[in-house]
């Protein structure tokens, strides 16, 4: 698993989507699904906060730089009756907000993203806030092996709004989105039979994420 830097420095482009994302909350009670090592926590501070991630590593990570934190290790995929079991042996009161920064993203199949999104639904008594790449509907294996999904925006509404057995039925009229700052990269172009160098494509846009905010009424 990538990591980021030092959440606290509030530095980088995962600080800064957490910062984006914490304007988006509205409850002083939260819930972050694969938090990783804790890059919501410094824009939310002074709020009741709940870590929840699989990675063991990731959760030693967070209490280094948030000691006394309550986190929970599990998976964000397991079955509703099992996540909320998992949940209440460690928190004692209902969530408000459920939230998720670049979680989907890692999840090998769209059968995962759903049972996430179920969840963190079925858990938060007032709203769910997530982040997702939504640049087409693709999986990108990156050299180190580590999978990158997009989603497309089309498609989480299906999920949102769509009534069959793994959607949610959540009318049009509660969810909301907007498009975090687009990234650019410059793309190098090599021309292999020239010693000299490089020609330089245009900037090419490589990553959007759309952060979603979803009421329960
Ligand atoms: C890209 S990091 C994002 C961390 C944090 N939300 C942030 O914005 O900086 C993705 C996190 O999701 C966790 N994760 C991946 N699959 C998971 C699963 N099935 N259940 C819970 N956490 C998971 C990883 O361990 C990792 O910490």
Same mark, same amino acid.
């Given at each position: 698993m990538e990591l980021y830097g030092d959440?606290?420095? *509030? *530095?980088g482009s995962q600080s800064n989507l957490c910062k984006d994302v914490a304007a988006m909350i509205g409850s002083n009670n939260i819930l972050d699904v694969g938090c990783g090592m804790g890059h919501l926590i410094p824009f939310i501070e002074g709020r009741t906060y709940f870590g929840w991630d699989y990675s063991p590593k990731m959760l030693e990570k967070l209490l280094e730089f948030f000691p006394e934190t309550p986190v929970i290790q599990g998976d964000?995929?397991?079955p509703y009756d099992e996540f909320k079991s998992e949940l209440e042996h460690y928190v004692l009161r209902p969530i408000e907000t459920v939230v998720s920064v670049s979680l989907f993203i890692h999840l090998p199949t769209i059968d995962d993203v759903k049972a996430t999104l179920r969840n963190m639904w079925n858990t938060a008594t007032r709203e769910i806030v997530f982040g997702v790449e939504t640049m087409g509907d693709s999986v990108l294996t990156r050299g180190s092996g580590l999978n990158i999904r997009n989603i497309s925006v089309d498609h989480i509404l299906s999920i949102l709004q769509g009534e069959g057995r793994d959607e949610l039925g959540i009318p049009r009229d509660r969810i909301s989105f907007l498009h975090q700052q687009m990234t650019y990269k410059q793309q190098t172009v090599i021309h292999?039979? *020239?010693?000299s160098p490089m020609a330089m494509t245009p900037p090419q846009l490589f990553q959007r994420t759309t952060l979603f905010h979803v009421r329960k009424d």
């Open positions: 959440p606290r420095e *509030k *530095k964000a995929t397991l292999p039979n *020239k010693s």
